[in-house]
């Protein structure tokens, strides 16, 4: 009998297409017999058109459909049609945007009469423009049951025409048997678009039928079935949950019942892992889509129930038939690879790199020397423990410790308060896991690495500014022997010595972070790390950022996260102070609150943190001159760097420049204006913050406007560079001095900051509690209390010191304090023991102490010698030179009540997520750009040919 | 942030999942360049080399506002002065407690060996003191020292506003060893103490009482200097005093034939009240008994007040006498320091229109000097020491009464007026039982001072007008306490003297060490 063919026609909003569609049909070499155009809830002309096509052709007719969906169109037109008279009716099934080539239809009878076991057959689905291009040609499953597509985008050489039968073929253009389709109930309705075709066929397959593609029938089509029935073109991530979508339905439908529960309940942790892996592969879209499938099929399934039924229903054949159609092993693994391949490829048509070999480029000799001057200047830290003094106490001994004080909860600083911790808390913690056998070890590390590590960063950062090889150089040891960082290095400010490592990296990473996730969310991490070191620099950096990003509209998607990380991290502190009422001090400087002389505003931007000139006045003053002499002298040496950073405005590559001065401009700002914040109280002098952070970046821009500089005076650019290095040397010769001498405050230690005595006692009780008294310049005295074997560096809490009132602990301990160290009525036994205090300290007295100073000293020593409840240690003074009073009786183990307040869960589950995706994004997984370096002598110019847009 | 110009310009890229047969289509690709390139390179000469002239204007432009802005924002950081901002914790001013007001009258006369001149290591006490004490708001607890050879009482008075503590004993002898009559304040204790006073020489028995009130042990050591400079002795320091204890020592265990000696204790942990005991035997006649209280710290400027000359004739006579050459008055000066002192030593008698000597005494590094002061007509003396160095000092008088018969023991004594701290605003004393006790007030400054002498019986205050660079000298009932008022920066003292009889002790006002103190984070 003549197979009778009814075509199905589902449009949604499609008038643009369906005219060609329309009459593509009407051309077919063999004509259908009956139309059915259905009209699915479309909002512009497409149901008059399908009315007046329908009115003008016999045998056609138009209805209407809800739904939405292909299938649900599809169904409906079924539903009108009278009842199948054979196995040889078939349905063949079109969306508004695909027309058959003419030769289709007879095509994909030919295929199908002679087969009667063939119930569903399927054409090549062509690009309308070129229809050598196949779109999709047959598809399957993998063992796990993913859906593959055998032919995506890919050019049509005959080379798919050998295998007809597959597994699967896609909705679009398919040909069915009437009979199977009405025992199949048609599409399932919960796959509205995806992988419809697929399980349709899967299902025909399981009944015994055979399903095949035809390689000479063509269908063209516009746009991917999951566009169907949207106002506005699918993105890929929609794409891809979609697909996770139907491919977890699937499952459900498909598995063994005994199975279900345990699909079930691997939803979220899969979903968890495959995001993992989307982060890993840099797709940070598909994450969100992952977790939406997931809960949706987790709670919203859609039809499951019937779609097992039906598959029970019909179910002829067990799995093992379809087994060998699906794409396992040796085949799947090509095919995976050829799809990587084919997306590295597009990346390959990015253009190279150039810029300065590490290796052959002179980087490495940079750090060397860097290095070699790292090692002169810190001979006396090798094989330190512990370098103390100025602003560095000694790490905490355990890792546990070290970790526990990151955490919010409760502070350890002073009585104890509960408050949250510093972010700089969590660096340091991990700086000590580093050299987690004694934390201590890992800050000796940093110091005497510090020079090499920041020549190394600022090599890196400045091949983004030039291509030769000289300016890196000459940058990579302006940075490594900037005055901020050989200040910081000397006073012991390890936040802003951390800060000055990590700008280049960050500055690195923001640039490259424009076509790079990876790149972008490094630098989100080092925004992080940087504002934790110092939160001085916060403003700066954000502002760079945005500027950045205005710049760079396109890379928006990539930038627009990176103060995400540094978000999660401060959101704590950030919250805590602003519900105190304490906004500013969030910028508070972590660590050790160390009082320094502030210089004057020329004084910054002559690079001096604090004042002295770096050093020079006392040369001055030692010779005979003025000590404005030293001022002056400095700005003579660091003359050359600025006449070269500003000459780059005025040079070949100027739009590098702006930039560069605008970041100097931000860092001088910075640096004034944290001069002028005070938050803090070192005693009884009140401390501004340090504007060392700032003129690092200060220096910076300076720096990487003279690379463009250099960059661009070719043979002249040598022998400016050689200036500028000799002349900002010789700057901060003084500052290297001091320090190769030791003559500044930080100095190698054993990591004791109490006396031995109660050290010694500390090994064994870890929370002995101590209290000391220090005699302040001005006749006061201050009050705090230690615990364990002394103050570390991770139990400072800017939480604390910036509290502008005493809190109700600090006011009893301070009234104690000023009864212990005053003949006084006072009997301090029980305040003493319920603050658990075992040892009194007064802090050897300081070279140079005033009157005053020596005064309280002797006033608080012989208050504490006539106190009954103390009795002396040592005959009250130790070897160090402190004096220690012991409380006789006094229990070590008594543990002031320490309540264990764990923090706010969720508030550290979101900070740990978004760590957690930033790391796993920043984990580089796609293959680097290619790197070429300039082959070019200075003074030779690479070819005009490809380079004459440059200069814009 | 700098473009890198590290890349050869491309078009757009193009997204992963367009295929890569669109690249073919990129207009500027390299492969499309080189035919069309040098047609547009003829014509385009002329075109570049104007755009390159307008590129260099532009940077011209973009340097000079460059140079300008960098000008501009040095200027501003360097010359615009910007106000600081926040402030931070200030500390807590901590008032210490009130403690009890506690002090140590030094107890009786004590004599090595007992009545029977046995046992002569120990020293005991010779009768007893009669001690009078007040406090200016509530009662006064007074106790013995447990132990304590001297019998030495500690009064104590609860802690209160304002509250001022003041005691003193007396002692009057009629032995045959021991004669005299002994007058001293109750002290604070404190840690530091300078004793000037007292002789080792044969007759002369000189004892250091320390005393510690306080709950805690005190360690004490001592430093003596002589006419011959320091004196080292075993067992000068690390002499434990026991909390609520006394330890009595010999000074002349420390140093024998000591002429002029001068003492300083200095205490640890606990603290202590240090006095000396003198007593002096001619032969087998008794010259006197004393209490020497601790002097004034070492200063430039010294003043001893109601230093009382007993005149020439009493004493003149007597001089040349074998043993009686320590009848004569004298100035002790003592320099603890390195450098050697210039003293001018200036004795102005406390009768108006009187005149005053001055005498300048070179006082060597490192020791003392007894300097013999000629004897003035009797009365009542301010002597005030100036030096270059910080000196300590003391002065040394003596009454004689001739024996009324060839059995009886002539009628001696002597005192040691020790230099007076100054006083501050408030201070209480107390005139011991005694014989016509007089207050001396000295007023060192240039202007007159108008303080308040309130009894503690009577109901009203007293008004005393000190003149400048005066003395002003005033009759007190014996055994009662006063509170002196509006008294800062003068210098005072209680003197006693009767037929055979003279002693005298500073007033002090209550130690600093209660202030309040402020403690900072």
Known sequence: MQPRVTAIVVAHNGEEHLGRTLAALSAQTRPVDRTVLVDVESGDGTAALLDAAAGSAPAAESIRATGRTFGAGARAATRTLPPAEGADEWIWLLA????????????????????????????????????????????????????????????????????????????????????????????????????????????????????????????????????????????????????????????????????????????????????????????????????????????????????????????????????????????????????????????????????????????????????????????????????????????????????????????????????????????????????????????????????????????????????????????????????????????????????????????????????????????????????????????????????????????????????????????????????????????????????????????????????????????????????????????????????????????????????????????????????????????????????????????????????????????????????????????????????????????????????????????????????????????????????????????????????????????????????????????????????????????????????????????????????????????????????????????????????????????????????????????????????????????????????????? | MPEPTNEQPTGEQPAVEQPTVEQSADPKSPAAKPPAAKPRRDRSAADSAARRRALAGLRATTGGVGVLVAAAAIAAVGLLPLPSFGEPSPGLSVTPQRTALQQVCPGAILRLGDDTGQDAGTATAVDGAVVRENATVGSVDSTGLPGAASAARVITSAPAEDALLSGAQSQRLSGSDLTGFAAAGCREASSTAWLVGGSTTVGRTTLLTLSNPTGVEATVALRIWGENGAVSAPGMSGIIVPARSQRVLSLAGFAQNLASPMVEVVSRGGQIVAALQQSITRGVDPGGVDLIGDTAAPSTTQTIPGVQMPGPDTVGAQLGEDGYADLASALRLGNPGTEDATVDVAIVPEKKGAEATTQRIPVPAGTTVDVPIEEQPVGAYTVSLESDVPVVGAMRTSVFSPAANAQAAPKTDFEWSVAAPALAERSAFTAAVGDAPQLHLVNPGRTAVSATLQSAQAAKASVLEVPARGTLTVPLTSGSSYTLGDAAGLIGSVSYRGSGAVAGYVIASPGPTSSPITIRR
């Open chain 1, 96 to 952: 508004a945007d695909t027309a058959p080539e003419p030769a289709a239809l007879a095509a994909l009878l030919g295929a199908v009469e002679v087969a009667p076991s063939v119930a569903i057959a399927g054409p090549k689905v062509v690009d309308r423009d070129d229809h050598a291009l196949l779109l999709e040609y047959g598809g399957t499953m993998t063992a796990l049951g993913t859906s593959v597509a055998l032919v995506d985008r890919e050019l049509d050489q005959a080379q798919f025409d050998r295998d007809d039968d597959v597994l699967g073929v896609g909705a679009t253009g398919m040909l069915v048997r009437r009979h199977v389709w009405d025992s199949l109930e048609g599409f399932d309705a919960g796959l509205p678009s995806t992988d419809s075709g697929l399980d349709l066929s899967v299902r025909a397959r399981l009944a015994g039928h055979r399903v095949v593609r035809v390689p000479s029938a063509r269908v063209e089509r516009v746009s991917p079935p999951q566009d169907f029935g949207r106002r506005r073109p699918t993105r890929v991530s929609t794409r891809r949950r979609l697909a996770r979508r139907a491919q977890l339905h699937r499952r459900f439908a498909y598995a063994p019942g005994a199975a279900l529960p345990i699909h079930w309940l691997a939803l979220v942790p899969l979903a968890l892992f495959r995001s993992i892996g989307h982060l890993l592969a840099k797709r940070p879209s598909a994450v969100g889509g992952e977790f939406a499938a997931a809960f949706a099929a987790a709670f919203a399934p859609r039809g499951v129930g019937a779609a097992r039924g039906r598959i029970r229903r019909h179910r002829e054949l067990g799995w093992a038939a379809v087994a060998p159609l699906r794409l396992t092993g040796m085949a799947l693994r090509e095919r995976r690879s050829s799809l990587r391949e084919r997306a590295e490829e597009t990346r390959a048509g990015e253009a190279p790199l150039v810029r300065a070999e590490f290796f052959a480029g002179g980087g490495i000799w940079t750090v060397l020397i860097a290095a070699a001057l790292g090692a002169g200047l810190f001979w006396w830290l090798i094989g330190a423990s512990a370098v103390q003094g100025g602003g560095l106490l000694p790490l905490s001994g355990s890792i546990g410790e070290l970790w526990s004080n990151a955490l919010g909860g409760w502070r350890e600083v002073g009585v104890g308060t509960r408050g949250p911790a510093d972010p700089f808390a969590v660096l340091l913690a991990l700086l000590g896991s580093i050299t987690f056998w004694s934390p201590s070890v890992a800050i000796v590390t940093l110091w005497i690495v510090a020079l090499p590590l920041a020549a190394l960063g600022a090599w890196w950062c400045a091949t983004r500014m030039s291509r030769r090889a000289w300016p890196p150089a000459v940058a990579a040891l302006l940075w490594a022997l900037a005055p901020p960082l050989l200040v910081a290095l000397g006073d012991g400010r390890i936040g802003a010595v951390i800060a000055h490592l990590a700008l280049p990296w960050f500055v690195l990473a923001l640039i490259e972070g424009r076509r790079s996730w990876s790149a972008a969310a490094t630098a989100g991490l080092l925004l992080a790390v940087t504002a934790a070191a110092a939160p001085s620099l916060l403003p700066a950096l954000l502002i760079a950022w945005f500027g950045w990003l205005v710049t760079h509209p396109r890379a928006l998607h990539r930038l627009i996260a990176v103060p995400l990380p540094t978000l999660a991290v401060f959101a704590p502190l950030a919250l805590a102070q602003l519900g105190r009422g304490t906004p500013l001090a969030i910028f508070a400087d972590p660590g050790v609150v160390l009082h320094y002389a502030a210089s004057s505003g020329w004084g910054l931007s002559l690079l001096e943190p604090r004042d002295g000139a770096n050093g020079w006045e006392a040369i001055a003053a030692a010779v005979g001159l003025g000590h404005v002499y030293g001022q002056v002298l400095v700005a003579a040496l660091l003359a050359p760097l600025a006449a070269t950073a500003l000459a780059a405005l005025f040079l070949r590559g100027s739009q590098r420049a702006i930039p560069a001065l605008v970041l100097a401009l931000l860092g001088l700002l910075t640096a004034v204006a944290a001069g002028h914040l005070v938050l803090v109280a070192d005693g009884a002098d009140a401390v501004a913050l340090w504007p060392g952070a700032g003129l690092s970046l200060f220096w910076m821009g300076l720096i990487a406007s003279g690379a463009v500089a250099l960059q661009s005076l070719d043979r002249l650019g040598v022998l400016a560079g050689v200036i500028v290095l000799v002349c900002s040397a010789i700057a901060v010769g003084p500052l290297g001095v001091g320090l190769a001498l030791r003559q500044t405050p930080a100095q190698a230690g054993t990591g004791q900051t109490l006396p031995a005595a109660v050290g010694a006692q500390a090994a064994s009780t870890p929370r002995i509690t101590t209290l000391v008294i220090t005699p302040l310049a001005d006749g006061t005295a201050s009050a705090e209390i230690v615990r364990g074997s002394g103050a570390a560096l991770d139990r400072q809490s800017t939480w604390v010191a910036t509290n502008p009132r005493l809190s109700a602990d600090e006011r009893r301990l301070a009234t104690l304090a000023g009864n212990l160290s005053s003949r006084s009525g006072l009997d301090p036994r029980d305040q003493l023991r319920d603050l658990g205090i075992v040892y009194v300290v007064v802090p050897k007295a300081v070279d140079g102490a005033s009157t005053e100073q020596a005064a309280v000293r002797v006033r608080i020593t012989e208050a504490l010698d006539g106190t009954a409840a103390l009795t002396p240690v040592g005959a009250g003074q130790t070897r160090s030179g402190d004096a220690l009073w012991r409380v006789p009786g006094a229990e070590p183990a008594e543990i002031p009540a320490a309540p264990s307040v764990a923090p706010a869960p969720v508030l550290t589950t979101v900070q740990l997520i978004v760590l957690g995706a930033t790391v796993l994004l920043a984990v580089p997984t796609r293959r680097r750009r290619r790197v070429v370096s300039e082959t070019g002598l200075p003074g030779e110019d690479p070819a005009d040919t490809f380079a004459e847009d440059e200069d814009a």
